[in-house]
Structure formats: C-alpha cells, structure tokens
C-alpha cells in the first residue's frame, strides 16, 4: 500500500507562490491515480486538483488557471504549483491515492483510499 509524504506548505501574502509535493512510498506512482484536496476548519473536504495514469488533468473551477497539477514517475512524486493564491486558498492540503480505475481523474474523496497527513497553507490577505 502507499504511503504519502506531503511538504511545501507555509504562509504566503495574497499573489504569491507554493508548491506542494507529495512523495510516494512502497508503491509505483504511475499506478494510481493522484489527487490534491483542502479542508479548511467546518467545511468539508474539497477536490483541488487531479492527474490520471496517462496525465490528463482535472481542476476545482475555484483554482482553475492558478494552480498546476503534475507528477514525476522518476521521483514517484506529484506536484501543485500555486499561483496568485488568495485568502480563501488557506486550508490543509492533502493529497491522495487511488488504484481504482474508476476513480481517476474524480475529485471526489470517497474514491480515494491513501492520504497523506497534510500540510497547511496560510494566505494572508
């Protein structure tokens, strides 16, 4: 099963950049199909961002043309650049695994079964 590391979080004034990875071990990445989501406290859990087997992308219209999705197989890790990133980005970011075929490409939670811990980003209006 895999295991998945995120880092790159932080705090960041409005209009500036993070770029979040998530390391992937004891399985192939390009097995899976990858996801970033964000919670922020009382809401529930949301799709950012998500990249297929073969790299087809997929992205919540909130962040569409801000934030980039991408993995390096070599690296077994996968990415989101964020771009002009706004107060209302401030959340935990976590990304996840899903082996499920079905499931690729979804921005749906409840296809996924591995998680990483997460990692906070903080924007400051």
């Known amino acids: 099963q895999v295991q998945l590391v995120e880092s790159g979080g932080g705090s960041v004034q409005g209009g500036g950049s993070l770029n979040l990875s998530c390391a992937a071990f004891?399985?192939?990445?390009?097995?899976?199909?990858m996801a970033w989501f964000r919670q922020s406290p009382g809401k529930e859990r949301e799709g950012v961002a998500s990249?297929?087997?073969?790299?087809?992308?997929r992205y919540a219209d909130s962040v569409k043309g801000r934030f980039t999705i991408s993995k390096d197989n070599a690296k077994n890790t996968l990415y989101l650049q964020m771009n002009s990133l706004k107060a209302e980005d401030t959340a935990m970011y976590y990304c996840?695994?899903?082996?499920?075929?079905?499931?690729?490409?979804?921005?749906?939670?409840?296809?996924?079964?591995?998680w990483g811990q997460g990692t906070q980003v903080t924007v400051s209006s």
């Open positions: 996840a695994a899903t082996p499920s075929l079905f499931w690729y490409g979804s921005l749906q939670p409840q296809g996924y079964h591995n």
């Open positions: 004891g399985e192939d990445l390009s097995l899976y199909g």
């Open positions: 990249i297929d087997d073969v790299d087809n992308t």
